[in-house]
């Protein structure tokens, strides 16, 4: 059991882009994501990767496969639009990194051959993750039978899935190794071109341990007036220009809106208190409360106990003071109108001494068998006929004991919550429900069976157990096309962007940057097709309605940007900025001149000499401010020299070094910092390789035109 769950909870995954990549869960997916063919655009490419297509249906075809896999992990059928905008964006992201990677391994001659294959899944020295689940744990050796075995019971249906859901995970998992293969090779080669020269290391060690003391002269940037500069249109365009990787932009649009709140009426209100009144009819004379309420209410039914403190309702304090099988309601609350009933009321306790008894099992059949009689021997503790001690003496040998041996199983005492080793389930939902002296049953999909004992109890807070039958007030379909027919009045009223809520009659809205793959808007929610439906209009372009989650939206295009260097216009605020802070550190350079004398200096420009000491690559603060790049400087001069104008971040400074402390090393210490400089260099190559291959690629993404 352990190995199959494992591979079904653990092992459905889909090999994505990243940096120091993995293997990862499946994502979930909503089947109703894909688009199959329900689309208007001009093309039928996704996107391009160096003017090479991905086209609708290679995209198409790969987010259907990745929404498959993710339905088999999940089993999930209807999933939120912010799960499936991950989804678009790990699969886009999967394909255009098999595009550029697939190229390099071409051009280099990296396979995963047969061999290799067959030796990852079933030789002596296999990958970690076969290694760890088909590994016998009472001997520590790896199986290789097992592994064949259970790959020959793919073909059969169990309760593990349909034989075709059992071989579509085993195939992704199988893919994603050999994918993983792949990239570490890729990977291990460019790590292996990293060659730190021992000068190099050594010279840098000794920088890295040196230190300066220095005297300075200090020009503020707030001493020169703003009017004291004249910044013109052509000096922000040239420091645009020269600085594009500091403002070069992604694509993106911003809209101005407008929303009509679809608000139920008093009719609908009525009609979902009407709705409840007969459902509690039925409520009361229901044979089994939670199949009841799970089937009908909003609610779900937890059998859970609360305390007063825990218990999140309006009501609470009436549940601690009613008889049991009492009703509450209808009352409204949180937009849904309730009937409540009180199932239980007793004492539980807010910590538990517990001690445990585990088995662990590696295989279906005997997983089935540990459980049976795990939950035979739970119900003998319950029943009083045998006790935890005996048994934990005659089971104890499991190799899932070995951390509680010393203490015969007894974990100690544990609160919700703060323990590692009994199971939050267990913890927050059964522990504190039973009597001293009583046991639960637990057990998860990786193969643990677990015996959990209340050694002692002693109940302080009084909980209830209350079943809530809801029902939802929802707008009708009459107050749903009164508020279609407001917004469509607005936008027939307001077709023009510069009179876009004019009147005043409405609140108007602007959202932040929209980029094209954004599924979700602060205030807005799920709102993609509103982001689709700006990227396909113009600027100045008012869009029709969009139905939202419990809205219509009416929009304008207030700002389109297609990426790259902007406008000086768009940027012009950071632009003044920063060309006034040159400029003012031009002008007081040229006060500055060639003097070399910091007194003078000083005594010209109203300042003083200040000291700053113990200046380090880890310690550049001068006065009461960072000052890397003159810090930087001091450590660069020889002792007594006397500095340029260096331009700071605050100001421009002229320092003269009183004494520095060269940075001395051992022939060790010189060997341990070639290493760990290689390895640190290693690790960036192993982040960065893929970035810098998407950076050096033409990536367009048009995915906008169908999702």
Do not use: C
Not at 53 to 77: F, H
Not at 303 to 329: C, M, Q, R, W
Not at 492 to 520: H, M, P, R, W, Y
Not at 675 to 691: A, H, I, P, S, T
């Amino acid at each position: 059991m352990a190995v199959i769950m494992t591979i079904r909870d653990k092992f459905g995954y889909v090999l994505v882009g990243g940096i120091a990549f993995a293997i990862i869960l499946f994502l979930l997916g909503d089947a109703l994501g894909t688009g199959n063919g329900m689309f208007q655009a001009t093309s039928n490419d996704a996107g391009y990767v160096d003017g090479n297509a991905i086209t609708y249906n290679e995209y198409g075809a790969r987010l259907d496969k990745n929404i498959s896999n993710a339905m088999l992990q999940s089993e999930e059928d209807n999933l939120s639009e912010e799960t499936m905008s991950l989804l678009r964006e790990q699969t886009w992201n999967e394909l255009v990194r098999e595009r550029l990677l697939n190229r390099e391994f071409e051009k280099l001659g990296i396979v995963v051959t047969k061999d290799e294959i067959y030796q990852m899944f079933f030789g002596p020295n296999p990958h970690e993750y076969i290694a760890q689940n088909f590994t016998d744990p009472s001997t520590g050796q790896f199986n290789a039978m097992a592994v064949q075995n259970y790959i020959d019971n793919l073909n059969v249906a169990d309760g593990n899935g349909t034989a075709e859901e059992k071989r579509a995970r085993w195939t992704a998992f199988e893919q994603a190794l050999i994918r993983e293969r792949l990239e570490s090779k890729y990977s291990t080669l460019l790590k292996q071109s990293v060659y730190i020269p021992k000068w190099y290391s050594t010279a840098y060690a000794g920088f890295k341990n040196a230190s300066v003391n220095i005297e300075y002269v200090y020009l503020p940037y707030s001493s020169v007036a703003d009017d004291q500069i004249k910044v013109t249109d052509s000096d922000l365009k040239n420091y645009l220009n020269d600085n594009k990787a500091k403002f070069e932009q992604e694509e993106f649009r911003v809209l101005d809106y407008v929303v009509f709140n679809v608000i139920p009426s008093s009719k609908d209100t009525a009609l979902a208190l009407e709705e409840l009144k007969g459902m509690y009819e039925l409520f009361q004379t229901a044979k089994n409360d939670s199949t009841f309420v799970n089937r009908n209410s909003d609610t779900p039914y937890t059998g859970e106990y609360y305390t007063k403190d825990a218990l999140i309702s309006s009501i609470a304090d009436t549940f601690f003071v009613i008889d049991t099988n009492s009703y509450v309601g209808p009352y409204l609350e949180n937009g849904k109108y309730t009937v409540a009933k009180l199932i239980d009321r007793k004492m539980l306790p807010d910590s538990a001494e517990v001690a445990l008894l585990n088995f662990s099992a590696t295989n279906q059949a005997e997983f089935d068998s540990l459980t049976k009689m795990a939950d035979t021997l739970v119900k003998q503790i319950n029943a009083g006929t045998v006790k935890f001690d005996e048994l934990y003496a005659t089971y104890a040998g499991d190799s899932a004991n070995m951390a509680l041996a010393a203490t015969n199983g007894v974990v100690g005492w544990v609160k919700p919550g703060e323990s590692t080793l009994v199971p939050t389930y267990v913890q927050q939902q059964v522990l504190y429900y039973q009597a001293q002296g009583n046991a639960v049953l637990y057990f998860d999909n990786t193969g643990l069976v677990q015996i959990a004992y209340v050694k002692t109890a002693t109940p302080v807070k009084e909980a209830v157990k209350v079943a809530f039958l809801s029902k939802p007030v929802l707008p009708g379909k009459d107050t749903d096309k009164e508020y279609y027919d407001k917004a469509n009045e607005f936008f027939a009223a307001n077709s023009k962007a510069e009179t876009f809520g004019a009147d005043n009659s409405v609140s108007v809205s602007t959202t932040a940057q929209l980029k094209k793959g954004d599924g979700i808007i602060p205030a807005l929610g799920s709102a993609r097709e509103l982001v689709k439906a700006a990227y396909t209009a113009k600027l100045g372009e008012v869009l029709p309605p969009v139905v939202l989650e419990g809205k219509y939206v009416v929009a304008v295009v207030k700002q389109v940007s297609e990426g790259g260097l902007p406008t000086v216009d768009a940027v012009r605020t950071q632009l003044e900025t920063a060309v006034k802070k040159q400029k003012k550190a031009d002008l007081l350079k040229e006060k500055i001149g060639a003097d070399k004398d910091l007194n003078s200096i000083a005594t010209k420009n109203g300042t003083t000499v200040n000291q700053a000491t113990n200046l380090n690559l880890n310690n550049n603060k001068i006065g009461e401010g960072s000052e890397p790049s003159v810090s930087g400087a001091a450590l660069a001069l020889a002792q007594g020299s006397v500095s340029k104008p260096i331009v700071g971040e605050s100001g421009v400074y002229v320092i003269k070094v009183l004494s520095s402390t060269p940075g001395t090393i051992s022939e060790d210490g010189a060997g341990f910092e070639k290493q760990m400089m290689g390895m640190n260099l290693q690790n960036q190559v192993e982040m960065n390789y893929f970035k810098a291959l998407e950076e050096g690629a033409d990536v367009v993404d048009e995915r906008y035109k169908f999702y």
